[in-house]
């Protein structure tokens, strides 16, 4: 199996840049995601990362390192919609079939 | 992106009785469709893998004959909770894989709240 860790809650202020971290274990990997889920909805996908190094998407960005089994999801320039739920996903042990971890409460305040 | 629907997205059942969920995936075909359940403020616990035109894969713990996890076409996936109890209320959310770009995306529907009574 495997075990995904990341923090339970955040805050940070409108406009500012914030990193949430994600550390995994696993037998195998294929890829980690990012999501975004606010409250009462489902998730929406962020980001996939495969390979070391850092994918910037917008005001979004995911960096990877497999020898550490660690990924951040960065977000800049911080909004109130972006408070929500961010999920950490990893291919679950060499699959194609993810596994989430709890998931971080990030809380935008002005 | 692709889109994924679900249907219902809210239902109130009595205890004993059977409730079923749709799950769709509107522009494109899903060989495989997930079945994930979530209770307040915890994540997304994976329920069964479905594959089209063969049985689902339960995860651990899932009771199938419980879960009823039908896959008759590429579009639809459907879950069945038989004979609910209260423990069963939860939030229920389908998801349905698709290859992307040499590896696999998920794109999830917006999820069945079901309450139990």
């Known amino acids: 199996g495997q075990n995904i860790d990341q923090p339970t809650e955040m805050t940070a202020t409108e406009g500012a840049i914030v990193q949430i971290n994600c550390t995994y274990q696993?037998?195998?990997?294929?890829?980690l995601f990012w999501y975004q889920q606010h409250a009462g909805e489902a998730p929406t996908f962020l980001s996939y990362n495969v390979l070391d190094g850092l994918e910037e998407k917008g005001r979004f960005s995911s960096f990877l390192s497999r020898s550490k089994g660690y990924s951040y999801l960065l977000l800049k320039e911080l909004q109130m919609k972006d408070s929500a739920s961010y999920l950490c996903?990893?291919?679950?042990?060499?699959?194609?079939?993810?596994?989430f971890g709890r998931g971080t409460s990030l809380i935008v305040h002005p | 992106g692709a889109v994924v629907s679900q249907h219902p997205s809210r239902v109130i059942c009595k205890s004993g009785t059977s409730v079923k969920i749709e799950c769709r995936s509107l522009?494109?075909?899903?060989?495989?469709m997930f079945w994930y359940r979530q209770f307040p403020k915890q994540s997304l616990m994976l329920m069964a893998t479905s594959n089209e035109g063969s049985k689902a894969t339960y995860e651990q713990g899932v009771e199938k004959d419980k879960f009823l996890i039908n896959h008759a076409s590429l579009t639809l996936s459907t879950l069945t909770v038989t004979s609910a109890h209260p423990e069963d209320s939860s939030f229920y959310i389908c998801s349905a894989r698709v290859r992307a770009s040499g590896s696999y995306e998920q794109y999830f529907g917006p999820g069945t709240r079901l309450t139990v009574t």
């Open positions: 522009d494109f075909q899903a060989t495989t």
């Open positions: 996903a990893v291919f679950k042990g060499g699959s194609y079939i993810p596994t």
């Open positions: 696993t037998s195998g990997f294929n890829g």
